[in-house]
């Protein structure tokens, strides 16, 4: 089974400083999800990666994809207290249509 | 366009009851996904389903089971249920073909007493 692992579980930072949050898996795939959920909210779809090297931005937030490392990074730049929430990474298991998500990095900016 | 929706938002129920858990899929899209989220965890994949099959399964017994129906709406039905399926159950809609991303519904929060 495949398994996805964040680090940072948690994380707080201050408004303006720059972070990353990286998300590994055990088993090869190239397909990647980044979501963002609010407290008591659904999930929001923030970014898809399909390809090895693949980098998406938006925003203050870029996503990339290493599926030779089997790694994906969320890096933050500037941070500003809108961004605070959880954020889950997902993969996909293309052949058997199973996603995995981790177990998510709370983030809170601090003013 | 549409977005997904859910029905009911909340529910309580007590061990042993049955429930069934709606949700409509994003206009255009034809695959829709379960989840379970429990407290302060990540969503857990229960099942897909495509063209009125499940298409894919998570490690969820078989009380949990699904529906989807040709217009792409789709019903989770859990029996006999337990104190541990307390927990937010997201829909997720998306198209077969390309990116497979998925789009998430509102959620439903389940009690279990």
């Known amino acids: 089974e495949l398994k996805v692992e964040q680090n940072p579980l948690f994380l707080s930072m201050q408004e303006g400083k720059n972070y990353t949050i990286y998300c590994n898996y055990s088993t090869t795939s190239d397909r990647l999800y980044w979501y963002r959920q609010d407290p008591g909210k659904s999930l929001e779809s923030l970014f898809v990666l399909l390809s090895n090297g693949a980098v998406k931005q938006e925003g203050r937030l870029m996503a990339s994809l290493d599926t030779k490392a089997r790694l994906s990074t969320l890096h933050i730049t500037a941070a500003v207290h809108d961004l605070s929430a959880t954020y889950f990474c997902a993969v996909l298991m293309y052949n058997f249509n199973k996603f995995y998500f981790g177990s998510g990095t709370k983030l809170n900016v601090k003013p | 366009e549409t977005g997904v929706t859910q029905s009911p938002t909340h529910l309580i129920k007590t061990r042993g009851q049955q429930v069934t858990l709606r949700c409509s899929s994003q206009s255009g899209h034809n695959t829709v996904s379960w989840y379970q989220q429990a407290l302060g965890q990540g969503p857990q994949f229960i099942f897909q389903y495509y063209r009125e099959e499940e298409n894919g399964r998570g490690n969820f017994p078989p009380r949990f089971s699904g529906l989807q129906f040709p217009n792409y709406s789709s019903e989770l039905n859990v029996n006999a249920l337990e104190l541990d399926d307390s927990a937010l159950y997201l829909c997720?809609?998306?198209?077969?073909?390309?990116?497979?991303?998925?789009?998430f519904g509102p959620g439903t929060r389940l009690t279990v007493l």
């Open positions: 997720a809609s998306s198209r077969r073909q390309g990116t497979n991303e998925q789009f």
